[in-house]
Structure formats: structure tokens, C-alpha cells
């Protein structure tokens, strides 16, 4: 009797704790700096904390799986609802927008001329986890370019890996979103945002069944809904 008592006391410390906690929040890595600014936001009118994990969507997609108390995930929609995690619903935030990036000292004028030799090495995110790495292959494939520059891909895992090759100089192109590139646009040879060639990228905030009616989220979801929210996402690239 005593080991049943404490067995059901360990199981209502642990229910009791789950909701005690911070609202946790899951992303695409392309979109830590916006969704660190729409935290900031959410935490300056609540006075509450957000805890962020951030990964390819595979990675975030896995993770929810796996449980762990997440309850928003900020992804791009298509992307979600194929992902086999049942969300109870999904918050706009913003339209992203694939863009090209150039190493230092390495100039292009159109996403076509990666075909030029200077162009040895090319990294792309992700092709099945990365959404920008699958707008990146849809574009390549779309445009009749994937032909000619299949050979000088370097995978990368997320979006920042990605432009971190090309920061570094170790791929003269990177594929990788607005928001990057908008981030490290000092350190980048050129920047050009492509909007065609690819399905459209619709970011949302997806919230999960158990958490839909929290206050916590409830107030995230007005946060990215607010003034403030439109313009971070705005200074992010989405449009």
C-alpha cells in the first residue's frame, strides 16, 4: 500500500511540475534570431519565461514526438502538417522568402550565374528536413540549374550551417533564407532574395493539442499577433 501511495504522489509531483514549467517552444534553426525576438517580446508583457530549441524540422519534429512538455513549433506550414504530429492549429507569422548568398569577395548579380566556374562549391541545407534546403532544390530543379551545378552541392545540415560555410569562405554560394542573410549581410559578398521557383513558404506558429487553451500560449500567439510581433517579423525578412 505505502509503494502505491508514493508511486501515485511521484505521478501528481510530476503532472504538478510539467505545468509549472516555462513555455517551450520549438523552431526551424533558420529562424532563431526571429523567434528570439518574438520571446523577448513575450516575456517583456508576461513577465514569464520561454525556453527555445532549435534544429532542421526533422529534428523538431522528432523532438515533439518524443514528448518533453514542447508546446509551439515554429516551422513552415506544409512542412508541419506533413510531419505526423496531430496540431490543434496554426498562427500566421509571415511569408518567407529563399535568398542566395555569395562568399566575401566573390560577386553575383543573378542566382544564375552559379553556373560560372568560380562558383566551385555551393552549400544547400537539407533537402528533406530543411525547408529552405527543399525551396533551394525546388528552385535548382525549376530553373534548369540543378543540371549544371549538381555536382558542387555541399549539404549542409540547417540554414545557418549553411551561411556559416559561406561566412567562413569555405563554399563561394549558400542557400539560405532572409533572415540570415539579412543578419550577415556585412559579411557576405552579395545578397539576392529569389521569390519564385519554389512552393511558398508560409511560416506559422503550431500549437500542440494539450497546450491550446494555456495561458502561456495564448499570450505567445498574441505576441506574434501584436505591433511589435508584425515588425520583428518584418526586420526578419518575412513579408
Known sequence: MKKILLTVLAVAVFSFSAYAEDLRIAAGAGYKNLVEDLASIYEAKTGKKAERMYGNMGQVAAQVKLGGGICLVIGE????????????????????????????????????????????????????????????????????????????????????????????????????????????????????????????????AATLPDCRLTDEVKSFLDAISSPDGKKAAKKHGLI
Open 77 to 204: 506550414e506544409a512542412f508541419l502538417k506533413a510531419s505526423g504530429v496531430a496540431y490543434s492549429s496554426y498562427t500566421p507569422i509571415g511569408k518567407g522568402v529563399l535568398t542566395l548568398v555569395t562568399r566575401k569577395g566573390l560577386t553575383a548579380k543573378t542566382p544564375e550565374d552559379i553556373r560560372k566556374p568560380e562558383f566551385a562549391k555551393i552549400a544547400l541545407p537539407d533537402t528533406e528536413k530543411a525547408i529552405y534546403g527543399k525551396a533551394g532544390l525546388q528552385f535548382l530543379k525549376s530553373t534548369g540549374l540543378y543540371a549544371d551545378v549538381e555536382k558542387r552541392i555541399i549539404p549542409a545540415a540547417t540554414v545557418p550551417q549553411s551561411g556559416a560555410y559561406a561566412l567562413s569562405g569555405e563554399v563561394d554560394a549558400a542557400f539560405v533564407n532572409t533572415t540570415f542573410a539579412g543578419a550577415n549581410k556585412d559579411n557576405l559578398g552579395s545578397v539576392i532574395d529569389i521569390e519564385k521557383g519554389y512552393s511558398p513558404l508560409e511560416i506559422n
